[in-house]
């Protein structure tokens, strides 16, 4: 991405080995991710950037310190790279590893790219997939990772109504997630009618088009006044953070994961919601050998989110297609 709007497929030279515990891959598909978008519209920072951390491939070469996979290997990794040996990663939290890199260098919307710490990293599928699981592993790496996250975060589960703030590929695979889980109802908050119709394919029993205040006022009259149990926040904005915290009965939970830009709590309403709040960059390498085995079984279908396919040379189309919502995901192929 040269500069916000503007981005283009360059050729640069294979990356290569740096570190002893560095794994080279050559990435099978890649994919648009809806946080390139905040760069893409100008609120983040952006120059001549190579982009993309989601990736799937297979490894082409290792570094002499690398025990776990070998070249050869079909491996799914996540955004950020870890050690999975430190007390911060033992506790299921990668994403905050004391060791923690960028999971996919320079950037993983190309060929190859390097990744750090690859025994701490990269999760090996059993064997080679067929070629219809690539996008739903290649959405593990990150979107259904996060997803899934969020709906721990929230504590879903059996009994539990959880509503889901926010339409893009993050929230629709938290409404997959939540159903994992067994959540009872599942209440999706979308306008977009082939995004609720995914919803509701992923388990989403209820769907409200309201958002702000009066979304809030939906989802307490689905719940008899009280609330949902638990709240997936996968926006990141002001409005859809005091959204799900207003969505969420007292002694609920929300499990926040859309990327903070400038969202400040109010301390007075965050008080006196008496709800728990957990979230942040999810740990997707914790949930990564659970997903993997749920998509080999053919039990989840993930990636389902990806509704356009570009070779990777119209990489611009793709972020343009995202950027004005006519596809939720776009998977690159290379
Ligand atoms: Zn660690």
Redesign the pocket.
Known sequence: MYAPGDVRVDHTDRPTVVEPTDAIIKLTASCICGSDLWPYRGADQVEHQPMGHEYVGIVDEVGSGVQTVKVGDFVVGSFFA?????????AGY?T?????QPGALPGAQADFARIP?AD?TLVATPGLPDDDLIPSLLAASDVLGTGWFAAVAAEAGPGRTVAVVGDGAVGLLGVLAAKQLGAERIIAMSRHADRQALARKFGATDIVTERGDAGVAKIRELTGGLGAHSTIEAVGTQESMMQAIGATRAGGHVGYVGVSHDVQLPGEQLFFSGVHLHGGPAPVRRFLPELIQLIWDREIDPGQVFDLTLPIEQAAEGYQAMDERRAIKVLLTL
């Not at 905050?96 to 923690?100: A, K, L």
């Open positions: 870890s050690d999975n040996t430190c007390e911060i990663c033992q990668q905050h590893c004391v060791h923690r710490l701490g």
